[in-house]
Each structure stands twice: as C-alpha cells, then as structure tokens.
C-alpha cells in the first residue's frame, strides 16, 4: 500500500479522499492557497502545504508546484480528486515521469476521453451509439461550425471540448442565435478549461442524464456499479442525483452496464470512471461522453452499492485485481443526493460569499453528510460554490425522499444563503415524487412559489412583527441625537416607555 | 402597540402588548419569540407550535425564511401608518439607476457604452464569478449615464457598476 498520499485538490472532495486514506492507514498531504489556510481539508490532513495566491492557476493549476510538494513530502502517489488536474493529460503525464503514482487513470484514456469531439468519435467505432452531432475529430473553426449546424438541426448545444462540470454549454434554439452563443461558450471554456474549442450536440427531446459508474483494474478487469439518474440540473449543472435510476430497469441496467464497460475496454480504461447517457422516452441510450475521474455524486452508488469507491480507486491504483466481479454487484435500497451550494435560489441563485457563522449538520439513520466547511469557513468567490453535499438512504425511493426531507430540515447554515429551499421544493414536486422529469424539469416546469402551506404566511407576519417590535423597544433605549435635528419622528412623536 | 403587517397580499392587524401574547386579526395566542443567534435566527412558539426561522431585515421589509420558504413582510406600526397616508401622492422620481455588482467577481466583458440607448433585458456588463459567466441586464429602458467599471476589473458586491437614466 501507499505510504503517503497527497490529495491535489480541496473542499468536500479533499476531506473525502482524506477520510479513505485514514481508513486504509495511509498519511496525507493537503495543499492550499492564501485563502484555504483554515480551511477543513488543511485542517484534517497529516501534511499541509501553502502553494500560492487564491487563484485556481496560480495554485491548484500550477502543477509545478504540487511536484515540488511531493518531492517535499515524499508522497508516493496524487489524488486529483475531481475538476482542476483531474482530467488533464499532463498532469498524469507528469507524475508517471516523476515517478509518483497518479490514482486515476492512464494519461493515454484520459487524453482520449477528454477531448469529446474524440471521444465520441472513438467509442462509436466501438458499436457504442452517440448523440448525433459534429463527426469527426478536431477543432471546428466558427466557419465551419455556422456551416454544419443545420445539418445537425435545431435547438442543439454548444459544448466545450475539452469541458465538464455543464460549464462552457449554451442550449442554441435558432441559427441566428449560434454566432454569439459561440463567442460566449468558447470565453467561459477558455477560462474553465484553458480551451475554447467547440462542437455540436443535437438537443434529445425529453432526455434523461443517466451515468453508469465503473472500476476497472490494471489487469483488464472491468465492472459497472450500477447507474445514477442526474436529470434534475441548472444550466447544466447537477443540483441532484440519485441511485438507481427511477425507471431503469433490470434489462436497460444490464445492457446499458455493458456497452459502458465496453467502451471503457475499447480505451484500455484502469481506476474509477463514469459512462454518461442520455436515454430518450423509449429507453433509447446514447453515449454522452466518459468522465475519466472520480466524480461529485459517487456517494449514492457507495450507498447502494456498499463500496468504497475511493478506497477501490487507491487499491486499483496501487496494483491490485478488483475485488469484485459483476455478479458480486447488487444494488440494495435506495439514495439520494442534493447538492448545497452557495447560492440564493429566491434570487436567480446569485452565489452568495462570506463568513459561515453557525453550522448544523443533519445527522440520524441513513444520513450521510460530506462536507468542505465548518464554522468559520469564509465563503470566498474564488472557487465553486458547493459547499456539502447531503446524501440519504432508504430502503425505497419514497423512504429515501421523506430522510432527505428531514436532513434538509436539520440543516442550517447561518451567515450565507444556500440553496436548501430550492431542494425543499423540488421534494415537494409531485412530478418528482413520481420520476416524472427530464433535463428541463428544473428550468422549464418548476417555481420556487408553488405550494405554500395556507398557515404559514400568517406565522411569518407574526415573526417579523414581533422582531420589528422587539427593534422598536431596543431603539427607543438609546435617545440620543442632536435637538436641532427636526426629523419625522419628532414631529409623530417618539417618546414611548 | 398595533400593527398592519403585510405578508404576500393579505394584512394581518396585530396588537403586541404583552412579552408572551399577541392579537392577530381579533384571536389571541400564546407566543414565545426566542432569538437563538442574537442577530437572525430565531424559535418561535405559537400556541405550544415550534417553528425555526431566519428574520432580516432589509430596505425597511422583513425577510422571513421558514421551512424552505422566503416570505417578503412589511410591518407598519400606528405611527407609521397614519405618516404613509400623509404622504401618500407623490410619485417616486425617475432618477439615476445604478446597477450594482449582485456578487464579487472578475467583469470579463462590457457591451455597455456611454450613450447607448438600452432596453429592459439588455446585458450591461458580464461578470464571472465562481467559475461561471453571469449576465447583468438593464431592469429597465433607459441611456447609458456612466460606466463605472473596466475589464478584468475585479469588483465588490454592491459596487457600482453602470448608471443609466
């Protein structure tokens, strides 16, 4: 096993692979700019380095600085975690060369599923189905891309090359519209992934995201851990996630785990991956593109599953045969994930920055929380804004939905907006509770104004009025103020015991 | 002391003369206001029913977040009220408008121009911010009277960055 393992990344994911070090009795080593010294991940960890400005390139990025910090340290291998170094070629390229172990997988398949033009190319010579979009591989000029689009029809996206994490899109409805849809997605690429190119993807009518996560081993081993349905999404970015899927069943799950891990084994795939798909309204899959990381949402197939998938990705990492095969797979009860970010949902999600001065964590049967922050965490805007993400089991989907209801409820941030009422009202959605969404459930079919219990507006006159009373009674114990200041107040007439 | 406070369209006229009661709209029920942070968070038990609630105050109206939802409440005490009806008639002025910077961040565009006309929903200036591009759009028609910011400025939350009239 590993004798030290340095997590080149931070936040909740940190503390993740942190914790799966500790179980497998592994040291760690934390990295951190100006503004993580107190963060959670410093604080957990063996080992902690300062490498530079709050920036993301000028520390997370600089992957000259992480080395030196391993030959500082004498870390014998790097979690990237997920999103910076992640999915970077060179980054895997340069700790093989340094002789550093990368705990992901080989440069060569991360190359080939990181460029998506590539990728997509690559898995349909596999008998994988696609998405229809731009063929072929490379970089499409603006030209050529204004030329093509019809053929690829409307209302299609612009997608990010090289992107992830649903940044770098923009949904496209006429081609009048695609010239500065381009200029945009290829600005937000270019300062997300130090990549402007773009390609086309047709937009799939009612389509459902839905992921199959995989292990494979260094020895050509591969099995899928079951799907997750990801459909409940904001510009792109997933807000919520749940394992299984609601209407996957036996037969879609087997095949869909198949042509997944075939396309995996068509790239020589090693450590922890996911297969993302989009399934059309009559159970059509279409490949989507393979994230070549561990990724935000692993902890509902964990919960389902039993499986530690870091753990799983350390050992995969260090040399090991998988532990499991397919039939050694079952997917028990049912999980839920929402995603907490640092954003106000009664304000177009505005992010929303400071200092966390109370905390409460939501705790109990089948809750499971993973968390960056603690009190006193300064909400900086810097990095993305997610902040913990709550995961809840249950033995069915309506008892999973009902825990997540409580731990939503148990949990309170005081000092920053979150989102929580935004996941309270989709768990109040009747169209959730039946499985009844797709993609643009959240954008197009949902309010945060719908159902308001009829008592409750009442209780909230009461509480302002009681706190206006209360300001009232606290400012008339200070009457100071010069006498020949005439003001509205003098003039109504202040002087109240 | 009485008060006229409006939640989402109704009024409720409420009287608070003691620390453990209030009258709303003519019923009585026993009332227990504990703040729990001193400053936003509070318990309140209304007739013996616990709720936990955030209040903040701002422009004047009290925000009130409860069990997931946000509630806008404007609390007029006696006094109050008969200085609203005084005043009452004059209309507010059109004026400057300064679009301010919703959240910090780095401004990576600015279509905005000195003397432009604009209409209600056109972009201003873009700012990212948390790895992602937000748009900051006129709230309403007007001409562009100051732009008060450049690119790859880094701004505060509430800086000014465009004006129009």
Known sequence: ?497 | MKYATTVGGQTFIMDVNRDDQVTVDGETLAVDFFSIDQVTEFSLLLDNHSYELLVNEADGDYQVLLLGHLFNARVEDERARRLAQAVRGFAPTGGELQIKAPMPGLIVAIPAMLGHVVQQGDVLVILESMKMENEIKAPRDGVVSGVRTQLRQNVEQGQTLITIT
Request: charged share 25%; glycine share 10%.
């Open chain 1, 1 to 497: 096993m590993f004798n030290k393992i340095l997590i080149a990344n931070r936040g909740e994911i940190a503390v993740r692979i942190i914790r799966a070090c500790r179980d497998l009795g592994v040291k760690t080593v934390a990295v951190y700019s100006d503004v993580d010294r107190a963060a959670l991940h410093v604080r957990y960890a063996d080992e902690a380095y300062h490498i530079g400005p709050p920036p993301a390139r000028e520390s997370y990025l600089r992957i000259d600085k992480i080395l030196e910090v391993v030959e500082r340290s004498g870390a014998d291998a790097i979690h990237p975690g997920y999103g910076f170094l992640a999915e970077r070629p060179e980054f895997a390229l340069a700790c093989a060369e340094k002789g550093v172990a990368f705990i992901g997988p080989p440069a060569s398949a991360i190359g080939a599923m990181g460029d998506k033009a590539v990728a997509r190319a690559t898995v349909q010579k596999a008998g994988v189905p696609v998405v229809p979009g731009t063929e072929g591989e490379g970089g499409l000029r603006d030209k050529e891309i204004l030329a093509v689009a019809p053929q690829v029809g409307f209302p299609l996206l612009v997608k990010a090359t090289f992107g992830g994490g649903g940044k770098g899109m923009r949904l496209v409805e006429r081609w009048e519209d695609l010239p500065r849809a381009l200029v945009s997605a290829r600005r937000e690429a270019e300062a997300a992934f130090g990549d402007g190119a773009v390609y086309l993807e047709k937009v799939v009518e009612g389509a459902r995201h839905v992921e199959v996560q995989l292990l494979a081993d260094q020895h050509g081993n591969c099995v899928h851990l079951g799907e997750r349905e990801c459909s409940i999404q904001r510009r792109h970015q997933k807000l919520m996630e749940e394992a299984p899927a609601p209407f996957v069943d036996d037969d879609l799950r087997r095949r869909m785990g198949e042509v997944a891990v075939r396309a995996a084994q068509a790239i020589h795939y090693s450590n922890a991956g996911t297969v993302e798909f989009l399934v059309d309204k009559d159970k059509n899959f279409y490949f989507l593109e393979m994230n070549t990381r561990l990724q935000v949402e692993h902890p509902v197939t964990e919960m389902v599953t039993g499986i530690d998938i870091v753990k799983e990705q350390i050992r995969i990492a260090r040399g090991r045969k998988l532990r499991y095969a397919q039939d050694d797979i079952h997917l028990n009860g049912w999980a839920i994930e929402c995603r907490i970010n640092a954003e106000d949902p009664f304000n177009d999600f505005v992010p929303s920055t400071g200092r966390i001065n109370a905390l409460g964590r939501p705790s109990g049967p089948g809750v499971r929380v993973d968390s960056g922050i603690e009190e006193g965490s300064e909400i900086t805007p810097y990095y993305d804004s997610l902040l913990t993400k709550l995961v809840v089991w249950g033995e069915t989907r309506g008892e999973a939905i009902v825990r997540m209801r409580r731990a939503l409820r148990e949990y309170r941030v005081i000092g920053i907006k979150t989102n929580v009422p935004f996941h309270q009202a989709i768990l109040e959605s009747h169209r959730f509770h039946g499985g009844q969404f797709d993609t643009t459930f959240v954008e197009q079919r949902f309010s945060m104004d719908e159902d308001v219990p009829p008592e409750l507006p009442r209780v909230a006159a009461i509480a302002a009025t009681l706190a206006a009373h209360r300001r009232g009674q606290e400012a008339t114990q200070i009457v100071h103020g010069p006498t020949q200041d005439v003001s509205n107040w003098k003039l109504a007439g202040r002087v109240k015991r």
